[in-house]
């Protein structure tokens, strides 16, 4: 399949793990050196439009996944970048969305926000909180934590390896001195 389909190089590791998982279900059954698929995939009522019908919260990682899965051939041969489908013309936008209002983010986001409330509230008079966030993105998480702390006894370094991120973090966030990046 590899060299039929023009899989780069990279892309090889992933291809097997996808079919090894796909024939792990079911979906695909091997057969010598190849693979045949088992049961026809039916797409009807769970087909990406429809979920997003069912539960619009989850817009923006279905977005994301109908871009992804749409052009998963042109990533794999190379003939797009990955990154580009992600941030299309190089906006943030959807995986701002992603990162801050999906089901998943404002899960994790809420968690994080009751541990670092505990935490602020227990700390003592004159001490500084000292915090750093790798990996920080597109910001989801950093801007529900910023408003529990305390500008004068914070110290919060943001980091990505991103510079896309960081300069939007910088003009998102400017309203917190004690940020660093």
Known sequence: LIEQFGVLPRYERFLARALGILADDG????AANRFVVAKPLVLGATSIDSLADLDPSCSAELTLLRRTTQNLARVLRGDIDVLELIFPGGSLSDAVAVYTRSPFATVGNDMVVAMLQRIVNAMP???TLRILEIGAGT???????LPLLKPDATEYVFTDLSSAFLDAARTAFKDYPFLRY
Do not use: D, P, V
Not at 27 to 30: D, G, N, P, T
């Open 125 to 127: 008079t004159g001490r």
């Open 139 to 145: 910001g989801g998480t950093t801007a529900a934590l």
């Open 27 to 30: 979906w695909l059954a091997r």
